[in-house]
């Protein structure tokens, strides 16, 4: 399967880079400032009138693979320097993820490709009324961000305004030093930090490195608060009752809140439980990723934030999460579903792990089967089921019902394009009463 590109984790000083979502064409520009010496005058004169250039701009961008890239300007700021003109900018790449959102110098923008309307709404206008219909179609296609869906124009372009650039570059925790994704809000004491560090067992947060080492020499936390409700080898999830557990569960909102976008950050973390996953070793349990999850959810939500820690991603941690939250609706006698909008990490994690299940049944399963008892037997809720076989085509509407077809063949070319199964949970080391029956 594919990658979708995020940024980078450091390591005792080495940089792991993840492989790029380069598009296929080759849009491959000379440097905007490489060719001054055959400028003609005309263009020297355009370009000096359209720098610095105004926020909203559309222009291309040369990104990490080189190649030019479309972007909007989000933001601008003034370097300390003598020229009037100098600026750096923060664009967002119209073909990606947010989370790719970044400052760019002045010589990576191509300056002949500046679209000039900056006004957003007549800009829009004028290029949609330009636009064939092939290419509106290819911009809305390459536009739509999944996770973006149930957010109304309004409160999606409200959310991109306040969150527009993000405030924490990098984060120290643990043993890693990690690029963030997305803005969070901090307490305005920490707007001036580029950098956080975090406290790898308490969460709290600070802005120097020797607060940090002052403060681990006083913490005695060795582990998520609350109560260990699995081990299996070197693998333990923690419950933490946001109630008992009140700056804890903040400090995972602020932390977790730098790697998930659409989400709201829950001040009130009174109403939730919290799941944290730990690799445990002789110096203590490491958070690796948590999910959340509404003490009573009206609509049935059985997880409301998931999240890896970027240097843990892609090692199955994600699919685990996925798979105990069903566990635990499972011992609560309940389907679940995860909270929405979902992110276009969470919706690949979730068809990942919805296929697999599925199929794993259908393939052992002789004689016909229901959707319903196919919810019964997994948690899962009888829409995912159903939009997941549906996407498989594997649904059939005959005689005023759904039918599922199996053919092993089918099943099993599905299968193998779902990618790994993730780390498996094993049940019989799960210790948990569901929350309404504690006292
Ligand atoms: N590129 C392509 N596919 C990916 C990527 C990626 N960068 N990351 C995950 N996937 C897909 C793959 O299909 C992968 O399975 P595979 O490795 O077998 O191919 C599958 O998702 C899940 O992989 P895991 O290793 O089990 O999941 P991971 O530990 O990476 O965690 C998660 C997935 C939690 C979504 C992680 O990407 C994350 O924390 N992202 C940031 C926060 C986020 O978006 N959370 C979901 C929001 S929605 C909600 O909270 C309800
Ligand atoms: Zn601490």
Redesign the pocket.
């Known amino acids: ?6 940024p980078t984790i450091t390591e005792n000083g080495s940089t792991q880079s ?1 492989a790029a ?1 380069a598009p296929a064409d080759d849009n491959q520009r000379p440097l905007a400032s490489s060719n001054g010496a055959q400028e003609s005058e005309a263009t020297k004169k355009r370009r000096s009138g359209i720098h610095p250039l105004e926020v909203g701009t559309r222009v291309m961008c040369r990104w990490r693979d080189g190649k030019y890239h479309p972007v909007k300007v989000i933001e601008r700021r003034k370097l300390q320097s003598a020229e009037p003109s100098d600026y750096e900018y923060y664009v967002h790449y119209t073909e990606f993820n947010r ?1 790719l959102d970044e400052w760019v110098k002045l010589e990576q923008l191509d300056l002949d490709s500046v679209e000039t309307v900056v006004d957003e709404k007549v800009e829009d206008k004028v290029a949609s009324l330009k636009m064939t219909r092939h290419q509106k179609r290819k911009i809305d296609e390459t536009h739509v961000e999944v ?1 973006h869906e149930e957010l109304d124009a309004a409160s999606l372009r409200e959310h991109e305004e306040f969150t527009k650039v993000k405030n924490i570059a990098t984060i120290e925790l643990g043993r890693y030093e990690i690029e963030t ?1 997305y803005f969070s809000p901090f307490p305005p004491e920490y707007n001036d930090s580029l950098k956080l560090y975090f406290c790898e067992f308490c969460l709290n947060f600070m802005k120097r490195k020797e607060q940090l080492q002052r403060h681990m020499r006083k913490c005695d936390l060795k582990h998520p608060p609350g109560d260990e409700i699995y081990r299996s080898g070197t693998l333990s999830m923690f419950e933490v009752d946001g109630k008992k557990n009140k700056v804890y569960g903040q400090n995972l909102c602020y932390l ?1 809140k730098l ?5 709201t950050l829950y001040y009130d973390v009174d109403l939730f439980l919290f799941y944290v996953l730990c690799e445990c070793d002789d110096r203590g349990c490491h958070m ?2 948590y ?1 959340s999850k509404e003490k009573h959810s009206e609509e049935s939500y059985n ?8 240097p ?11 798979a105990f939250s069903y566990e635990l609706s499972k011992k609560e006698g309940k389907v679940g579903t ?16 919805w296929t697999r299940v599925l199929l794993d049944i259908l393939k052992k399963h002789k004689g016909n089967i229901s959707i319903k008892e196919l919810s019964d037997m997994t948690a899962i809720k009888a829409e995912d089921i159903l939009t997941t076989l549906q996407s498989l085509e594997l649904i059939q509407y005959r005689k005023g019902q759904h039918v599922i077809c199996a053919d092993p063949k089918v099943l099993d070319r599905h299968l193998k394009a ?6 498996e949970v094993d049940v019989s080391k799960l210790i948990w009463t569901p929350y309404k029956e504690q006292s």
């Open positions: 399967m594919g990658s979708i590109d995020t993840y979502a989370r996770g994704w977790a790697f998930l976008d659409h989400k690796v990723g999910f997880l409301a934030c998931i999240l890896t820690l970027p843990y991603q892609r090692k199955g941690y994600g699919k685990f999460l996925i995860p909270e929405r909008p979902l992110s276009d990490l969470g919706l690949l994690s979730y068809r990942g792990y779902a990618g790994r199964g993730g780390l």
